[in-house]
């Protein structure tokens, strides 16, 4: 039992070295988003098809929102054009996609977006910097 007990522990340190080196909740965000738009738009491709632009604005708009996540999770260095572009997905769904999710996935994709634009690489703090093993410290006594 202690083999998936390693296991496990191994798999939650990848996820929250995973998580906190990329935009993870604004990634997942545009991600709901998109499903929410998406799902609100579910017909039969016949009738998809027959309605034009209208009827596949749904699609095209949530499906960019999940595509734009998952950039952002798996190319955080593209964060700043996944998140201006999922915003704009966002926004544009509100009147190509039944305002927009009923307005649910829309708010989640401006916020995934706003929050995927937003996010930084974690920076090293001071007090890091100080106790680190290349940094020396200076003798006492030294020149004196």
Known sequence: MG???RAIGAGRRWF?????TRPFWGGLWMVLGGWAIMS???APIAVVLGAGFGGIAGYLLGGGLVLFGLCAWFA???RHL???LGVLFA????V???LGGFLVGMLLGILGGSMTFGWGPKRVRESEEDTAPDAVAPEAGVGA
């Open 16 to 20: 929250a070295d995973f998580r906190r």
């Open 76 to 78: 955080p260095g593209a």
């Open 40 to 42: 609100l738009t579910f």
């Open 3 to 5: 083999g998936v007990g």
């Open 82 to 84: 996944a998140g201006v």
């Open 91 to 94: 926004v544009a769904s509100l």
């Open 96 to 98: 190509g996609a039944n």
